[in-house]
């Protein structure tokens, strides 16, 4: 008897162990991203967004009060513009913010201010229950939105669709004509 209560015990010591040892190997979040070219100056994704391979990004954690850089992780996107970023711990008292740093393309390097960065939250104490309907594969995996350069000027053959949508949105507010409803692919000319 008191060598099964003893295999027993050594098995869940083991199976503890081993998933002690699993869980230690692998991040404690995964942050995912990607970043595109807004070559349509359009501030959001649309049918002509080109996604950038080879854009450093860098996830940057401050402290809460003090703003001391506390931790780093860079990355670079893949083929389709996405990045995936390896981060350890928690970091509940963190203010954590992905960074675009770099664009590898010389015609798509202007900065869109506050599209050059996101802030996500990483930690499993948000006060929020996982649910079995999530965006996120799982409760590890954090999404940041899209980050994006654009080229420094509206490509030529775009000026004239541009310049027609910013002559509607002029004379939206103070009439009463209704416009048809304006998709990102109606005003992009790409």
Known sequence: ??????????LCSALFAVAAAAAADS???VVEGRVFCDTCRAGFETTATEYLAGAKV???????????LV????GTTDAT???????????EDEL????LVESPHADCSEIKTGRDRAR????HNSGLAPTSVSRTPSDSSRRSPPLL???????PARRRRMSLLRRRRRRLPGTTTIFPLLTPSSYCCC
């Open 96 to 99: 954590c913010e992905v960074v």
């Open 58 to 68: 860098r996830l940057e954690c401050k402290h809460e009060e003090s703003e001391e």
């Open 120 to 123: 996500i939250l990483l930690t």
């Open 1 to 10: 008897m008191a060598t099964k209560l003893l295999s027993v015990v050594a």
């Open 27 to 29: 991040p404690s979040f």
């Open 149 to 155: 350069r654009r080229p420094p000027g509206p490509v």
């Open 81 to 91: 513009g996405t990045y995936h970023l390896k981060v350890a711990d928690d970091h």
């Open 71 to 74: 931790h780093t992780v860079e």
